[in-house]
Every structure is written in C-alpha cells, then in structure tokens.
C-alpha cells in the first residue's frame, strides 16, 4: 500500500462533550473574521468543508442532507412563495435551495458576517452555484436579529433560519422575541422554518427550541434526517405557521418538480421524517 501523502494525513475535529467529529483532510484558508474563525479544508471524503469558530457547518458533497430538509418542506408548502427570507446562510447552500423555484421573486439573505460570504463564493463555489447570479438574490450584510426586528409587518412567505449553534453571532437567533418578530413579518399562509439542532447531542436546546416556538406560532413541529458530518449525525428542523400545519401538506405540482432534482427530500421521505420523533422527545415536549 501507498503511503498517505503528508499533506492529506491530518486530522481536522469538532470537539462537542467528550466526543471528537472529524474529516481527514489539509486546511486551505483560515482567519479570524470579526464575528468568529472561519476555516475552510478540502477532505478526503467530502470534498471542500467548512468550520465557524471550529464547528462543522457544511462540505461539498454532504450539504444537501441538510439545506434540502431545511429549505423544501417550507418552500412546497407555503401558500405563496414570492418573498423569501433566509437569516444567516452565508455558504449559498439555502439560496440555491430557495432559487430553485421559479415562483420566488425576491429572495433576501441576511448574514452577519461578510467574511462568510466572500470566502464561500471562493471555496465552496457549488454551494450557491448559479443562486449568486440570480437577481432575484439581494445579499443583506446585517444583524438578522435587527432585520426582523425592523421590517414592517406580512412582508415574506417564507422565513428560514439557516445558523450556526446558539452562541457567538447566532445567539439571539434562539429565543421568543426574535420568534415573534419573525411570526409578525410572516404573511397569511406563510411558513417559519429553522434548523433545530440535534436531539442527541444538544438535546436541551433542541427541546427548548421547539416548546418556545410552539407558544408563538399555532403549530410547530419537527423534522428528522441524518447529517453524518454533524455532532450525532442526527439533525432537526422545525416548521411552524399559524392557522394550519401547511408543512406538512407540499402542492403537489411544486413538490413534483423540485423532488426531481433532489437527492434526499421528496414527499415520502418528509412524511416519514415528521413521524420520525423519539418516544422521549415527545413525552418531554407534552409535558
């Protein structure tokens, strides 16, 4: 057998409760930006990969497992799809996600760091693919908190909340005011979406998330997939809306043609993965 070459021998780890999650790979750029450290690696396994303060957020040829579930049970299922709003996001994963539709006319992302963007137009160019030169994409560099906070009323049918975990720059992005500043700007059949953590390895969180999403919208629920690269490798994501579940009913014809391109989401795979709760998750969140 060949040696390894020395370049491709190291190991690159997320350290989360005594448990190490680690690709093998070579670091291609690493900075401290204003908000957090940004380091992209290429990886033997899953191509180009990207770390924020030393968390894994996303590689190459994993990110679908993750932007498809957040982005497409939302997207398929609001009753209009014409104004879209993603908070944080910066990889351009959720983006491509969003533009996928040709119903969308306006789609504002809204990324705290510049830094994030500009490094992952670079590094992880496939991401966002053709979504940066979609002019329906208008890139906000702000405070999301303060973009919710300030929009006038019904102003999107869709808001996704693509962060990081709950600390650093995506803190506020966890709590009952920002959920009711984003259930205020939300239109009339409109869908909240946001990542929600693992139900293993941030359990506390996660359950939080969704009992204080549930006391502002009228229905709240969570979705769960495996995202192997991720603490757990088992994630979640939580749709809310006011009125009725209408997450959980995809329009046929708009689900049709985007499953086509997916390689994880389609209605079959979301209806199982809504049904997907664990027995102890669900007793806790009933109590």
């Known amino acids: ?28 750029f690493n900075e401290k930006s204003c908000f957090q ?16 303060d030393g968390c894994w ?26 104004n879209v709003l993603i908070i944080g996001g910066g990889d351009g994963g959720t983006a ?5 539709h040709a119903e969308v006319k306006r789609l504002d992302l809204v990324e705290i760091d510049r830094r994030v963007v500009e490094l992952s137009q670079k590094y992880l160019p496939t991401l966002g693919g053709n979504a940066w030169t979609d002019p329906r994409l208008h890139i906000n560099i702000n405070d999301g908190v303060e973009w919710v906070k300030n929009k006038k009323g019904a102003s999107y049918d869709v808001i996704i909340i693509d962060s990081s975990d709950p600390q650093g720059p995506a803190k506020g992005l966890f709590n009952k005011l920002f959920f009711e500043n984003c259930k205020r700007i939300l239109r009339s059949g409109g869908v909240f979406a946001t990542q929600s953590e693992s139900p293993e390895a941030f359990r506390k969180i996660h359950i939080e998330t969704i009992k204080t999403i549930r006391e502002v919208f009228d ?47 389609s209605i079959e795979w979301q209806t199982g993965a809504f049904k997907s709760m664990p027995a102890s998750i669900h007793r806790e969140l009933s109590q």
């Open 219 to 265: 229905f709240a629920d969570p979705l769960y997939g495996s995202v192997p690269l991720y603490p757990s490798g088992w994630w979640s994501w939580t749709f809310a809306a006011m009125g009725k579940q209408f997450y959980k009913e995809p329009i046929q014809q708009r689900a049709q043609t985007i499953a086509s391109q997916c390689d994880i989401w």
């Open 1 to 28: 057998m060949e040696p390894k070459p020395a370049s491709l021998t190291r190991w690159i780890d997320e350290y989360h409760n005594g448990v190490r999650y680690g690709l093998e790979g070579k670091v291609l």
């Open 57 to 82: 957020m996303t590689a190459e040829l994993q990110e679908k497992s993750y932007h498809e579930c957040l982005v497409q049970p939302a997207l398929c299922s609001a009753k209009n799809i014409n």
């Open 37 to 52: 450290q940004i380091t992209f690696i290429e990886s033997k396994r899953y191509g180009t990969a990207l770390l924020l």
């Open 96 to 100: 491509r996600e969003c533009l996928r």
